[in-house]
């Protein structure tokens, strides 16, 4: 258990050398499975604390290995004590961050996907999040990648066979099987992804950046959506001078929400680092939010003025903008979608449309909320599916067009790589290094 002060602290030894730490501390050799109230003894017999032990033998524990855990009270000082007794054991060490999963995967306790799930689950800041970590750690997710896996090697094998027989291959591909085949399992990697996307966006959130000019209600936006007053609003232009960051949840879906300087030409130099800081962060953002003063500015001018902003924003970043400050123009709330823009109408000051708002986000990032939830998923997953789907689309043509059946079982042999790649059957070592 981490370090601080708790009514039950736990000691987990995995390996080997777990009975002959039993031995050792206990005095005695535990019976698998089963919870012994006992001392906790130092070499010279004193007793250091006491508490529950519990003895796993191999393979029936989370690592696959021999496991011994000792629960006694969690006192740091008591802790530490055991622990020093424990390392003076020859052949005992500290484990590794992530050790303890990295051998449960080595040993097929978890896949690689579940192992990562491990960690979604500790760090899940919503309630949708922590239950689709939960079901990415029972196994959903490697259940619907292993189901693909099986699809992609069925049609391999039909596909190799057919190239086994030359004077028929032509026939045997052409016969419409292969490709009916082929055609329903880019239909069901399409629906896996579409889910890893709401997995990843459960566990990646979106970044959302607040820009436009000095006083354009930048920061009442950020505390309207924030629900608190999270930043200083005031009637001076460029309040603001440095980047302040929120995060929030929208129906369960995390957004991080960032509220930068004014955009103008400054001469004070302070205000000048804020203003590159904005810039540093538009760069960055999944979407941008431009405000704009409705008292100021004539709806129909929007493209004119802007002109220098947009052509400075990174390609096919996601831009909405919104006239502020309505209850002030008396112009109406609402949504319209303009030609490469959304444009909404609303008051940070009033609340007045920022609802929205918040379903406008969740629209543009596919977002759909759910009590139950599904898989969680990690960016390198998504490029996995992604690598995928393009050897699917490839293959698909070597067929459809050339009648090529070599190079479609190369494709699909790429695709059962990729799809390898998420749950651990096929990967790098560099690749496990990162992860564990």
Same mark, same amino acid.
């Given at each position: 258990t981490p370090i601080g002060r708790g009514g039950v602290g736990i000691l987990r030894i995995s390996g080997p050398l777990a009975e002959k730490v039993a031995q050792e501390v206990l005095g005695k050799t535990l019976k698998p499975r089963m919870?012994?109230?006992?001392?906790?003894k130092d070499q010279d017999g004193t007793v250091l604390d006491q508490g529950i032990a519990l003895f796993f033998k191999a393979p029936n524990s989370f690592t696959g290995e021999d496991v011994l855990e000792l629960q006694g009270h969690g006192g740091q000082i008591i802790l530490d004590l055991l622990l020093q007794r424990i390392l003076k054991i020859e052949g005992i060490r500290i484990a590794r961050a992530g050790e303890f999963s990295e051998q449960a995967f080595?040993?097929?306790?978890?896949?690689?996907?579940?192992a990562e799930a491990i960690a979604d689950l500790i760090d899940a800041t919503s309630e949708q999040a922590a239950r689709s970590a939960l079901k990415s750690l029972q196994g959903e997710f490697s259940?619907? !990648?292993? /189901?693909?896996?099986?699809? !992609?090697?069925?049609?391999?094998?039909?596909?190799?066979?057919?190239?086994d027989f030359p004077d028929e291959e032509i026939d045997f591909l052409a016969d419409g099987k292969i490709e009916a085949k082929l055609n329903e399992i880019i239909a069901q990697l399409d629906g896996v992804r579409k889910e890893a996307k709401q997995g990843s966006i459960l566990r990646e959130g979106m970044k959302v950046v607040i820009a436009g000019n000095p006083n354009a209600g930048k920061s009442s936006l950020l505390n309207a959506l924030a629900g608190r007053e999270a930043a200083i609003v005031t009637d001076i232009a460029g309040t603001t001078r440095d980047v302040l960051r929120e995060h929030i949840h929208i129906d369960g879906m995390p957004l991080h929400i960032i509220d930068t300087a004014g955009l103008r030409e400054a001469s004070d130099e302070v205000e000048k680092i804020g203003i590159q800081r904005a810039w540093d962060e538009i760069g960055q953002a999944d979407h941008?939010? #431009?405000?704009?003063?409705?008292?100021?500015?004539?709806?129909? *001018?929007?493209? @004119?003025?802007?002109?220098?902003?947009?052509?400075?924003?990174?390609?096919?970043?996601? !831009? $909405? !903008?919104?006239? =502020?400050?309505?209850d002030l123009s008396g112009e109406q709330e609402g949504v319209e979608q303009q030609d490469n823009f959304t444009l909404i109408r609303l008051s940070a000051q009033t609340k007045v449309g920022v609802e929205l708002l918040r379903e406008h986000l969740k629209k543009s990032m596919g977002y759909q909320s759910s009590t139950e939830g599904g898989f969680i998923a990690r960016r390198r997953h998504l490029v996995a599916l992604e690598t995928a789907? /393009?050897?699917?689309? %490839?293959?698909? $043509? *070597?067929?459809? *067009?050339?009648?090529?059946?070599?190079?479609?079982?190369?494709?699909? %042999?790429?695709?059962?790589?990729? #799809?390898? /790649?998420?749950?651990? @059957?096929?990967?790098?070592?560099?690749?496990?290094? =990162?992860?564990?």
């Amino acid at each position: 258990t981490p370090i601080g002060r708790g009514g039950v602290g736990i000691l987990r030894i995995s390996g080997p050398l777990a009975e002959k730490v039993a031995q050792e501390v206990l005095g005695k050799t535990l019976k698998p499975r089963m919870a012994n109230y006992l001392p906790f003894k130092d070499q010279d017999g004193t007793v250091l604390d006491q508490g529950i032990a519990l003895f796993f033998k191999a393979p029936n524990s989370f690592t696959g290995e021999d496991v011994l855990e000792l629960q006694g009270h969690g006192g740091q000082i008591i802790l530490d004590l055991l622990l020093q007794r424990i390392l003076k054991i020859e052949g005992i060490r500290i484990a590794r961050a992530g050790e303890f999963s990295e051998q449960a995967f080595l040993n097929d306790k978890l896949d690689l996907a579940q192992a990562e799930a491990i960690a979604d689950l500790i760090d899940a800041t919503s309630e949708q999040a922590a239950r689709s970590a939960l079901k990415s750690l029972q196994g959903e997710f490697s259940n619907k !990648v292993n /189901e693909l896996v099986d699809s !992609v090697i069925y049609l391999r094998t039909y596909v190799e066979a057919a190239i086994d027989f030359p004077d028929e291959e032509i026939d045997f591909l052409a016969d419409g099987k292969i490709e009916a085949k082929l055609n329903e399992i880019i239909a069901q990697l399409d629906g896996v992804r579409k889910e890893a996307k709401q997995g990843s966006i459960l566990r990646e959130g979106m970044k959302v950046v607040i820009a436009g000019n000095p006083n354009a209600g930048k920061s009442s936006l950020l505390n309207a959506l924030a629900g608190r007053e999270a930043a200083i609003v005031t009637d001076i232009a460029g309040t603001t001078r440095d980047v302040l960051r929120e995060h929030i949840h929208i129906d369960g879906m995390p957004l991080h929400i960032i509220d930068t300087a004014g955009l103008r030409e400054a001469s004070d130099e302070v205000e000048k680092i804020g203003i590159q800081r904005a810039w540093d962060e538009i760069g960055q953002a999944d979407h941008v939010l #431009l405000m704009i003063d409705s008292t100021l500015s004539a709806a129909d *001018q929007f493209q @004119q003025e802007w002109a220098d902003f947009l052509a400075k924003l990174p390609v096919k970043m996601p !831009v $909405t !903008v919104i006239r =502020n400050k309505v209850d002030l123009s008396g112009e109406q709330e609402g949504v319209e979608q303009q030609d490469n823009f959304t444009l909404i109408r609303l008051s940070a000051q009033t609340k007045v449309g920022v609802e929205l708002l918040r379903e406008h986000l969740k629209k543009s990032m596919g977002y759909q909320s759910s009590t139950e939830g599904g898989f969680i998923a990690r960016r390198r997953h998504l490029v996995a599916l992604e690598t995928a789907a /393009e050897h699917l689309e %490839r293959g698909h $043509t *070597q067929l459809t *067009q050339f009648m090529a059946g070599e190079l479609l079982a190369e494709e699909l %042999r790429m695709v059962q790589n990729a #799809l390898s /790649e998420i749950t651990g @059957q096929f990967t790098s070592d560099d690749l496990l290094g =990162n992860i564990f």
